[in-house]
């Protein structure tokens, strides 16, 4: 596979898969409206892995809300593929950071809860979960609860409910982010092959700079509350990628460049020492 | 990927040392649970015998523990008729509750509105002393099993409606979404995350309502009945059968608690996430499971 044959169709004729144009979303906290975003414009074409990354509280998850029809915006509209969206929920595949388990269902009936709720037959649905339960690293597992199972297998499972549920678009919100930091690395590159197999069109809401530029094909960046896109960028790494890549000389560039559009607000002092932090545990 | 499957390795062996732990610490929790409780009660009845025997006391004041027993043998055609009548109305009453319990807690729990038009009068109807509604029922229902069973479902649907109403609302908003955004509709939504949700609370609830059952069916049977313990019991102590009362109380608190297991049994098989859930949590493990 050529690094960018299926993905990315910016050819004029088709529309973008997603369309924000000039969403704005206001929370009203004791009668006064309170903005969390302002005039966010922002598209992701067919196929396209796109990362949001910001500070904490700038509205990225309110973005991907908006996105799967779970709040409706206060200003703007939504299109997908051309289409106004019918803000209502159930059209994209949704994950968020916590893995939202059920506590009294298996890992296998978690896992096909999407087609489930759709009223394909059980015995289909489990089939299909059972193809994947390998590449997903749950075999063995198959009977087991969510509370025996290890944070990073929760979320594999939550993974794989997502990917079950057959959406072309899929949102993560923040989805390693309550994972350590070795079991976060092993699951970026355990994502990056899964997703790179498939077709895919993927919004991530990330505040890890590194794995924004690790995983996407672009990247936007949002200002601190309330958000509004300050700058995006391509990520011109050939693909496949690999985890070793975040040394090399062409990634560093694109995350200082990254870095350096977060830290053009003084706000953004603490994000920044906190990602060269993390510089400094390799 | 090969990072991928070492780390899965390692997660597999963190799981897999689980049983064998669970098998020693289940062992000497049995023993804890099983042994200490025969123990107090084997002691207590040891006091009991000999303070009887040594102060003298009359066989119709206080009976001693041999003497129940033998009751319990001599009698047993008499309590055991009267302890199925008995039995018959804490189980129908039971049952009922469970019904009206349920449904109750499903419309508060799903309309604002009947919730405050109704739950004013569930609250209410625990205030009124049952003792002073039972002959109210005797009068008119009569003597006979309905009046026994309708004291047993006004105790005991009570704590049934508010534990289930509290585990109607204790769904988490997040599962919710969660399932919202893979299409679930709000029938959906209720089979399979409130209704879930809601069964710990609503076993909690089985739990306190089964012990009020037993204590329903002896206040009815109290209040006026021609059958049941309840009976037995009014009708023994004024000819100082004490030994008879007691043994009668002894069969109540015996059908009391397997009552209890029998309802926590049931539990473990239809909440079985819970107890895993609760195992999961327990501190020193919370660093390798979550």
């Known amino acids: 596979m050529t690094a960018e044959s299926p993905r990315a169709s910016t050819d004029a004729a088709s529309p973008p898969k997603i369309e924000l144009d000039g969403i704005g979303q206001d929370f009203a906290l004791r009668g006064v409206a309170f903005p969390v975003l302002r005039d966010v414009n922002l598209r992701v074409h067919r196929g396209e892995f796109v990362s949001v990354i910001g500070p904490s509280g700038c509205g990225k998850s309110t973005l991907l809300n908006l996105i799967a029809g779970l709040e409706q915006p206060t200003r703007g509209r939504i299109l997908m593929d051309g289409r106004q969206a019918a803000g209502r929920p159930g059209t994209v595949g949704y994950m968020h950071q916590k893995d939202l388990l059920l506590p009294w269902r298996s890992v296998l009936d978690n896992a096909v809860l999407g087609p489930e709720i759709r009223g394909t037959p059980r015995a289909e649905a489990g089939r299909r979960a059972m193809e994947l339960i390998r590449p997903f690293g749950l075999e063995g597992f198959e009977k087991s609860y969510p509370a025996q199972l290890s944070g990073g297998m929760r979320q594999r499972v939550a993974f794989l409910r997502t990917v079950l549920a057959d959406r072309d678009v899929i949102l993560l919100d923040e989805p390693f982010g309550a994972l350590d930091a070795l079991t976060r690395a092993g699951m970026q590159e355990w994502l990056l092959g899964l997703w790179e197999s498939w077709s895919k069109t993927v919004v991530m809401v990330t505040h890890d700079v590194e794995e924004a530029a690790l995983l996407s094909d672009r990247v936007y960046v949002l200002t601190p509350r309330p958000g509004r896109v300050k700058a995006a960028f391509t990520v011109d790494l050939p693909r496949p990628r690999r985890y070793e890549m975040v040394t090399d000389g062409a990634f560093v560039e694109i995350k200082a460049r990254a870095l350096a559009a977060l830290r053009e607000d003084d706000s953004f002092a603490g994000l920044a020492s906190g990602a060269s932090r993390a510089e400094g545990e390799r | ?290």
């Open chain 2, 1 to 290: 990927m090969s990072g991928d499957s070492a780390a899965t390795l390692q997660e597999a062996a963190q799981v897999s040392d689980a049983p064998a732990r669970d098998v020693a610490e289940r062992g000497r929790a049995a023993a804890l649970r099983w042994g200490l409780p025969a123990l107090v009660v084997a002691g207590a009845l040891a006091a009991w015998e000999a303070g009887v025997r040594l102060l003298d006391v009359e066989r119709w004041l206080l009976p001693p523990p041999s003497a129940i027993g033998a009751e319990l043998l001599a009698s047993r055609d008499l309590l055991l008729r009267h302890t199925w009548v008995t039995l018959g109305e804490v189980l129908l009453g039971f049952a009922l509750a469970i019904m009206v319990g349920v449904a109750l807690a499903g419309v508060i729990a799903y309309s604002r509105l009947v919730e405050r038009a109704v739950y004013p009068f569930v609250i209410a109807s625990q205030t009124v002393p049952v003792i002073v509604i039972a002959p109210l029922l005797l009068i008119w229902i009569g003597y006979g099993i309905w009046p026994k069973v309708i004291v047993v479902v006004l105790l005991s649907f009570f704590p049934i409606v508010v534990n289930t109403v509290d585990g109607l609302k204790s769904a988490d908003p997040d599962l919710l979404r969660m399932m919202r955004t893979l299409g679930a509709n709000r029938w959906q939504l209720f089979v399979k995350v409130q209704a879930p949700s809601c069964l710990p609370f609503l076993f909690s609830g089985l739990r306190v309502a089964i012990a009020l059952s037993v204590i329903g069916a002896v206040v009815g049977e109290w209040v006026g009945a021609s059958a049941g313990l309840g009976y037995l019991m009014t009708r023994s102590a004024p000819q100082f059968l004490t030994d008879r009362v007691f043994a009668a109380m002894f069969i109540l608190a015996v059908m009391g608690v397997t009552l209890f297991l029998l309802v926590a049994l049931a539990e473990r098989y239809a909440v079985p996430w819970h107890r895993k859930t609760r195992r999961g949590d327990a501190p020193g493990d919370s660093s390798t499971w979550r």
